[in-house]
């Protein structure tokens, strides 16, 4: 498996060493890139994708990863874009994307954090990062974020906007290495006080003897 251990800067995702690839051998790798567990896919959207419901496709274990079965292709033009919910708050480390074959693979990846429904309409505005994507079918390049940037992320939206010279844009698979923070602290408190009223807000409740006659 090729290895590209040097630290080359990835278009303008970061500076020098920062976004450097790590080495696609390590077992660990696998374990690292498990946030495609973490991500609500029955709101997954991609938009301009040829076959609906295929682009959640791509989220798949880091062993499936060189599975060529599940795909998405783009319809219209290259143009994809993807929303990510996520069922917690992450914090986003690394991106690999394994595209398609000769031209079809994105040449470009913009990633925008917490914006919710984002249509190609939205996608001019500036991006949190973005790169500039080598090919890659073997899924050994990793494009490393800005984690200050890309903490607190309840919602990644993904956005190819071209190819390398194909009509179309295919993507095998993303894979997304980060930590993940479940949501449900609050929720949980705002249950127990609803479950739990304080007494004294419901004195008319009780029974009151200066409001009942004796006779």
């Given at each position: 498996m090729a290895h590209h251990g040097h630290g080359h800067s990835h278009g303008c995702g970061g500076h020098g060493g920062d976004d450097h690839d790590h080495d696609h051998d390590d077992p660990e790798v696998g374990v690292q890139y498990n946030l495609y567990m973490k991500i609500d896919k029955?709101?997954?959207?991609?938009?301009?994708?040829?076959?609906?419901?295929?682009?959640?496709?791509?989220?798949?274990?880091?062993?499936?990863?060189?599975d060529k079965s599940k795909y998405v292709d783009s319809d219209a033009d290259e143009e994809l874009l993807f929303n990510i919910p996520f069922t917690g708050l992450v914090k986003l480390k690394g991106v690999i994307i394994i595209g398609g074959e000769d031209e079809s693979h994105p040449d470009r990846m913009?990633?925008?954090?917490?914006?919710?429904?984002?249509?190609?309409?939205?996608?001019?505005?500036?991006?949190?990062?973005?790169?500039?994507l080598q090919p890659d079918p073997a899924g050994v390049v990793e494009y490393n974020t800005k984690v200050v940037r890309f903490s607190s992320v309840h919602n990644l939206s993904i956005y190819f906007p071209g190819n390398f010279g194909a009509d179309n844009t295919r993507v095998y698979y993303i894979g997304l290495r980060g930590e993940f923070t479940e949501?449900?602290?609050?929720?949980?408190?705002?249950?127990?006080?609803?479950?739990a009223p304080n007494p004294a807000d419901h004195k008319t409740d009780l029974f009151d003897p200066s409001q009942h006659s004796v006779y």
């Open positions: 029955d709101r997954v959207e991609c938009l301009n994708e040829t076959v609906e419901g295929s682009g959640k496709e791509v989220f798949k274990p880091w062993n499936e990863r060189l913009k990633l925008f954090k917490n914006r919710d429904a984002m249509t190609f309409d939205d996608v001019h505005v500036e991006a949190d990062q973005e790169f500039e949501m449900q602290r609050q929720e949980v408190m705002i249950c127990n006080y609803e479950l």
